[in-house]
């Protein structure tokens, strides 16, 4: 059963940072990519990033330059590095395999 977990979420200052998690079981995690997606309340799902199974990388143009997408293929698990967090990154955070596998999501609220 393929099963993906996020954790890491939670409230931060703007200008404040956060690491999200995103384990994952199931599957051969190292010859898969996997994605993070987020939804903000109101508005529908947002693709952030994607890293490839050699560790290519793409990121949205709307975190690029503060959001780092990164994998450990020893634990399974991806991670997405968040900085300089603004109250537009405010959402529901989800990893992916494939759009095809979901998380359960992790909520971050970036507010003062």
């Known amino acids: 059963e393929v099963r993906l977990v996020e954790s890491g979420g939670g409230l931060v200052q703007p200008g404040g940072s956060l690491r999200l998690s995103c384990s994952a079981s199931g599957f051969t995690f190292g010859a898969y990519e996997i994605n993070w997606v987020r939804q903000a309340p109101g508005k529908g799902p947002e693709w952030v990033s994607v890293?490839?199974?050699?560790?290519?990388?793409y990121i949205s143009d709307s975190v690029k330059g503060r959001f780092t997408i990164s994998r450990d293929n020893v634990d399974n698990t991806v991670y997405l590095q968040m900085n300089i967090v603004k109250p537009e990154d405010t959402g529901m955070y989800y990893c992916?395999?494939?759009?095809?596998?979901w998380g359960q999501g992790t909520q971050v609220t970036v507010s003062s």
């Open positions: 890293i490839a199974v050699d560790g290519t990388t």
């Open positions: 992916n395999v494939g759009h095809l596998y």
